[in-house]
């Protein structure tokens, strides 16, 4: 195994340890949003795809989801490990979201949009325009979720010294 295949490797492990890790918190989070049966949402940031999972099993099966992630490794690996049938994995950026206004009922973004600098993994250009942006994608009387979890990023930059 080359170094880069290695490092990529090492950084899903990382990634499925700290899911695994804050799972519980994060389903208490999720449950406590009262995410409606039946109802389409989007997962920015949404890396290995785990938590899309979890956001997949509130929204059931008529329900569809899209995880959005800018790694390719990253979306590559939530499809293949996914178990469920109503999400749709894509690879796209924060900053230039393509998707029809009033397309979801739902957004969720964990450890993803947050005012920093690109030095500590902050993906967000301009977080203002990016609300802006998310508040048309939502259909009327729908709700954004963000949750950042700042151990991640402490985690993050920890490994990469």
């Known amino acids: 195994m080359n170094e880069k295949n290695q490092h990529q490797k090492n950084e899903l492990e990382i990634y499925e340890c700290l899911t695994i890790f804050r799972k519980p918190l994060i389903e208490r989070i999720i449950d406590s ?8 949402g989007l997962d920015i940031g949404c890396g ?3 938590i899309t999972n979890m ?10 989801i899209i995880g959005l ?6 979306i590559n690996y939530a499809q293949s490990n996914s178990k ?3 999400i749709n994995y894509l690879k796209g950026d924060v900053n230039y979201l393509n998707f029809k206004d009033n397309s ?3 957004i969720w973004s964990m450890d993803t949009i947050w005012a920093g600098l690109k030095e500590f993994g902050c993906p967000a250009e301009k977080p203002d325009l990016i609300l802006n942006k998310l508040y048309q994608l939502l259909k009327p009387g729908g709700r954004v979720f ?4 700042a151990f991640t990023k402490i985690t993050s930059r920890l490994s990469n010294t």
Do not use: C, H, V, Y
């Open 33 to 40: 949003l009262d995410i409606e049966p039946d109802s389409t």
């Open 48 to 50: 290995i795809g785990m």
């Open 55 to 64: 956001l997949a099993n509130r929204t059931g099966l008529n329900g569809k």
């Open 69 to 74: 992630d800018i790694s390719e490794e990253f």
């Open 84 to 86: 469920q049938g109503n």
């Open 104 to 106: 979801f009922d739902w």
């Open 146 to 149: 963000f949750s950042l979890l």
